[in-house]
């Protein structure tokens, strides 16, 4: 695609282009470092007025039925599906994800999500009796929506499915990063019948737009997904307007490996769950968690792994890991490798040098720890690139302390014989365990314990997020 493609000409609101009265802000291919967008720089002003059109548009919209709702919901779906190939090639230009991991997770989970979303509205309890009390779920209102650049497309739509059902409407801040997409749900969002002002786009920084949503006092509900260290700033100037807050932050997932375990079937899992969309992904498990009699051959069999993950030019089929999302990024995960090997980790794979023959772009080598300490920046802190951490255990008991040893509490994963590895999984203190490389279910509850965040998204506990409940006594 050429970068005429990506033309955005202003702010999506009230059903149409309007445009930005603050000048634009760079959208950078990060495999090339050229320009290939520009999106406006929202305002405090923009929000203010996304707002009014959204809080018109509620009422009609809250007093439609869940079923038409979920009409609109596939229709969207279908939307998005018929234009694959442009939206999986804006995503690879403007975060670096290959074109493969485009074209499949980055726009085939969105439309899982809006089928599994839309499935709900028939069989929801959205009214039940308690006695002689009515409970029923209404929407909770304009919901000011946050999502990162890792997957624009999926993490919007795991909250505007849901927030579409409950019959709410939404602001919604793309990253700066990756706003790409948005421009184009908005587009299929109104040819699939929604409403004008249902669905609104802010384009701008955190700090301005991100900022003025979240102290909005006609902004109901904020949902952001991002860092942990933005998600607290979200939550502290939220308060001042007693907003609900759902909040989805950093992770660090452990892959505990038990030694009863296929190790061949769980290092080949824990690498590409580490290294899957360059490491970018809150849910990665970039702790392996093996039994120290059985490091070595672990390492082995990881750094075989390893060697399968291409890294290169996003566009070309055979790339598995492309550039980071930006180079301010690849600087933040090059930092973490040298602070792993200045730690005294053994290096096995990969380094802080560039990729052979790739001098241009925000790319890393995919790379490997061993002998980590668990008390170490690299095995504490979220790199989010694709950086391994592999730390021995002396016995049941101390993997799960290691793996429960961070601020964090996402995701993990567990291998070993299956009652032994679910026995393990109730002990972590996290929000989704995957026992055996158990398959991605999009009505399952998706969420973190601790500084990960609260608030679940996907399936019905994602649909209650978004409503209020009012009871009447009879």
């Known amino acids: 695609m050429t970068p005429s493609t990506y033309t955005v000409t202003g702010h999506w609101i009230g059903g149409g282009i309007v445009a930005g009265s603050a000048g634009t802000l760079p959208v950078v291919n990060p495999a090339t ?3 290939v967008a520009e999106t406006p720089a929202g305002t405090a002003a923009d929000v203010d007025r996304a707002v009014a059109v959204a809080r018109a548009a509620f009422p009609a919209w809250a007093a439609t039925t869940p079923q038409h709702r979920a009409d609109v919901l596939r229709r969207l779906g279908a939307g998005l599906a018929a234009r694959q190939e442009e939206i999986a090639g804006a995503i690879t230009a403007e975060m670096g994800s290959p074109i493969g ?26 009214t039940e009796e308690v006695g002689n009390s009515l409970i029923v779920r209404e ?39 990756a706003p790409l997409t948005a421009r184009i749900l908005a587009e299929v969002a109104a040819e699939a ?35 942990t260290r933005a998600g607290r700033r979200i939550g502290a100037v939220a308060a001042a307007t007693v907003k609900r807050v759902a909040l989805e932050l950093g992770g660090k997932g452990a892959n505990i490996i038990l030694d ?36 070595d051959e672990i390492v082995a069999l990881a750094v075989e792994a390893a060697r399968q993950f291409a890294v290169g030019d996003p566009t070309d089929e055979a790339t598995r890991i492309g550039p980071m999302a930006s ?56 790199v989010f690139g694709p950086v391994l951490t592999i730390i021995p255990y002396a016995d049941e008991d101390e993997a799960v ?4 040893g961070t601020l964090y509490g996402l995701t993990s994963g567990v291998f070993g014989e299956p009652e032994h590895a679910l026995a393990v999984a109730k002990r972590l203190r996290v929000g989704q365990v995957d026992v055996n490389a158990g398959h991605w279910n999009p009505l399952a509850p998706f969420g973190g314990y601790k500084q990960s965040g609260n608030g679940r998204e996907f399936g019905r506990f994602g649909l209650e997020e978004f409503l209020e409940i009012k009871s009447i006594q009879r």
């Not at 809006?114 to 069989?123: H, R």
């Not at 009863?260 to 580490?274: C, E, I, N, Q, R």
Request: overall charge negative; some cysteine.
């Open 193 to 227: 019948g929604v409403p004008a002002g249902v669905f609104n786009v802010v384009y701008g920084t955190g700090a301005v737009v991100g900022e003025a949503i979240s102290a909005h006092p006609d902004i109901d509900m904020i949902s952001f997904t991002g860092s």
């Open 327 to 382: 180079e301010a990024h690849r600087q933040k995960v090059v930092g973490y490798i040298e602070r792993g090997v200045a730690d005294g980790a053994r290096l096995v794979f990969g380094g802080p040098g560039r990729p052979e023959g790739l001098a241009k772009g925000a790319y890393v080598q995919p790379t490997i720890f061993a002998d980590v300490a668990p008390t170490s920046a690299i095995a504490q802190e979220e």
């Open 139 to 177: 929407p909770i209102g304009v919901v000011g929506a946050i999502t990162p650049w890792n997957f624009p497309l999926q993490q919007i739509v795991s909250k505007l499915a849901p927030a579409l059902l409950a019959g709410n409407t939404m602001v919604f801040k793309p990253s700066e990063n």
């Open 33 to 35: 470092g050229d320009i």
């Open 101 to 126: 991991m485009s074209r499949t997770a980055q726009v085939g989970f969105p439309a899982a999500v809006l089928e599994s979303v839309a499935g709900l509205a028939d069989d929801f309890a959205w």
């Open 260 to 295: 009863d375990a296929d190790l061949p079937k769980a290092v080949t899992t824990g690498v590409l769950m580490s290294f899957a969309n360059g490491g970018q992904v809150c849910g990665a498990w970039p702790r392996m968690l093996v039994p120290a009699s059985r490091q």
């Open 401 to 404: 302390a290691i793996a429960n």
